[in-house]
């Protein structure tokens, strides 16, 4: 079955510091992987998007890592801002396929 | 820039009432989405359109129908709602071919039914 976990499900950080967001997966055959951004009350909005051969990917602060071989994949968020409090959702897409598998999401919470 | 809307932000609804919810995409997509949102679930595929006229099962169909007569308004229906179908809404659209995978999202509807 195909399957996207994330960890950790929320996290709280300060204003001005790092965080890593990971994604597992199991999906086969793997076409891309996205991180998507959800503001609250809001639809998630695409930040990055990798396929198989990528390794790294950077969107402003916001940098994925794609590793194939162990289906992992982390999104660092340098120098965090209170704007990036919001749900961060793992999205994995089956090749030759329109169907997404999506993750639970990681709440993030910058504080001041 | 992709734009997906949908109707409503908000609905209050009574249980058993029929409930649309709509959703219209600009960028003469071929595949239209319609998803639930619940905490501790994440998205939950309901059906999908790959074509006018045409619909597919996702993976939560139970209670729900859906239409799209126009390539660019895809309609969520619930015949009659119940409690259990209070969640958040989400439409999305994406093309086909090569591009096929990448779908954008509309703002959401959230939806309670009392």
């Known amino acids: 079955k195909n399957q996207v976990e994330q960890s950790p499900q929320s996290l709280i950080i300060l204003e001005g510091k790092n965080c890593t967001l990971q994604?597992?997966?199991?999906?086969?055959?793997?076409?891309?992987l996205r991180w998507y951004k959800q503001d609250t009350g809001r639809g998630p909005v695409s930040l990055t998007i990798?396929?198989?051969?990528?390794n790294t990917k950077s969107n402003g602060r916001y940098t994925a890592t794609l590793d194939a071989d162990t289906k992992q994949s982390s999104l660092h968020i340098t120098a965090s801002q209170l704007s990036d409090s919001a749900s961060y959702i793992c999205?994995?897409?089956?090749?030759?396929?329109?169907?997404?598998?999506f993750g639970g999401g990681t709440r993030l919470m910058v504080k001041p | 820039d992709v734009k997906v809307t949908q109707s409503s932000r908000y609905l209050v609804k009574r249980t058993g009432e029929k409930v649309f919810l709509e959703c219209v995409q600009d960028?003469?997509?071929?595949?239209m989405f319609w998803y639930r949102q619940d905490p501790g679930l994440g998205l939950r595929l309901i059906y999908f359109?790959?074509?006018?006229?045409?619909?597919e099962k996702g993976d939560i169909p139970e209670g729900y129908s859906v239409s799209r007569e126009k390539k660019e308004r895809f309609s969520l229906i619930l015949e009659s709602a119940s409690t259990n179908q209070t969640s958040m809404y989400l439409c999305?659209?994406?093309?086909?071919?090569?591009?096929?995978?990448?779908?954008?999202f509309g703002p959401g509807t959230r939806l309670l039914v009392l």
């Open positions: 990798m396929t198989f051969s990528e």
């Open positions: 359109s790959y074509d006018v006229k045409m619909k």
């Open positions: 999305a659209s994406g093309p086909s071919g090569r591009a096929r995978g990448t779908q954008y």
């Open positions: 960028m003469d997509h071929e595949n």
């Open positions: 994604c597992n997966y199991t999906v086969s055959p793997f076409s891309n």
């Open positions: 999205v994995v897409s089956v090749n030759a396929g329109n169907m997404l598998t």
